[in-house]
């Protein structure tokens, strides 16, 4: 056997002994510089070994097996070693894009979580379906096209109405451009812009005055005089209150003794007494009151003196001839 041939055969053969070094190495977990965590989901979708595993985004390992376990998918993943990882962290499966590689999310869990061990079994967040996404997507575009149709369709129907509405909008915007009508006026007249102006002038002005405490408003803005005479009023009558409270003084007294209130109740009881014996026509008062014989003697009386007051009028003639009579007889 040549020499050459030799040192070819050992050279393979060597390299075949590294390679299976390095992979039994590399199984090594204190000699690995990475390490696997699992998860499981009901559905991968299009994730295939090989795909990213992202920390929020960052990409720190690869998907390194997919297999299915007790009626589940269990993925294993590679994460560098020097990747904190907590065992809080939520694996869920995402798109680049629509249509683009599946890779699976990390997130990074609570800071007071401990940090996760190699072979760890992380808790996962099903992905959207989809192929159920895109049923969704082409049901929706169905229904706008649908309502865009109808739109379509309602203004075919009633051209006519749209053209005549828009005849007339285009003949009200060009009265209000000439300033014909109210709102031409108003937006062509300078006056209102003007009025309002001094308005707003005026107000200024007015507004001035009253914080510089000037007239009425201004005083009672600026002037404490009225607070000062308020308080005083409110102390006043707070005094008063308590006046009245402790009994002192007549309005005291009325409010807090009851002497006057057994007085007038006591007179309200005479006062019934009498009245009730009037009633009953005892007394001077009630027999004035209850018998009809002074009215009578009185209508009498007065009756009387009317007919002697008839008679001295008939026998003024007769005493007055009498009278002058008599004057000339001394004559």
């Known amino acids: 056997m040549k020499t050459e041939f030799k040192v070819g055969v050992f050279f393979i053969v060597g390299l075949v002994i590294l390679l299976a070094v390095f992979e039994f190495v590399g199984e090594i977990p204190f000699l690995r510089k990475e390490y696997t965590l699992k998860t499981y989901f009901r559905s991968v979708g299009e994730l295939k070994e090989g795909n990213p595993v992202k920390l929020q985004g960052v990409e720190v390992g690869k998907v390194s097996g997919i297999r299915i376990v007790d009626g589940k998918i269990e993925v294993t993943m590679r994460i560098k070693k020097d990747v904190p990882v907590r065992t809080d962290s939520v694996a869920t499966i995402k798109l680049t894009s629509l249509l683009g590689t599946s890779y699976i999310n990390l997130t990074f869990g609570s800071p007071t979580s401990p940090l996760a061990t190699p072979g760890s079994v992380l808790a996962s967040k099903e992905p959207a379906d989809i192929s159920e996404m895109l049923v969704k997507l082409e049901s929706a575009i169905s229904s706008?096209?649908?309502?865009?149709g109808s739109i379509e369709s309602v203004f075919t129907e009633n051209r006519e109405k749209l053209d005549s509405i828009l005849t007339g909008l285009d003949s009200v915007f060009g009265?209000?451009?000439r300033g014909e009508g109210t709102l031409g006026k108003l937006l062509k007249d300078d006056s209102l812009y003007n009025e309002v102006k001094l308005v707003l002038a005026n107000l200024r002005e007015i507004s001035a005055s009253i914080k510089e405490g000037k007239g009425t408003l201004g005083k009672l803005v600026r002037d404490e005089a009225l607070y000062n005479e308020t308080k005083r009023t409110m102390e006043n009558l707070g005094n008063l209150a308590s006046k009245l409270n402790s009994s002192q003084g007549t309005f005291g007294k009325l409010m807090n003794d009851d002497t006057l209130y057994d007085q007038a109740a006591q007179a309200a009881t005479r006062l019934n007494s009498i009245l009730d014996k009037i009633n009953r026509g005892e007394g001077t008062l009630g027999k004035l009151v209850s018998d009809d014989s002074l009215y009578f003697?009185?209508?009498?009386?007065?009756?009387?003196?009317?007919?002697?007051?008839?008679?001295?009028?008939?026998?003024?003639?007769?005493?007055?001839?009498?009278?002058?009579?008599?004057?000339?007889?001394?004559?």
Not at 144 to 148: I, K, L, N
Not at 298 to 314: C, M, Y
């Open 144 to 148: 706008v096209e649908s309502t865009v």
């Open 297 to 331: 003697d009185t209508k009498n009386a007065v009756k009387r003196v009317e007919r002697s007051i008839d008679v001295q009028e008939d026998l003024a003639p007769v005493s007055t001839l009498g009278a002058i009579l008599g004057v000339i007889t001394i004559f």
């Open 175 to 177: 009265s209000m451009s």
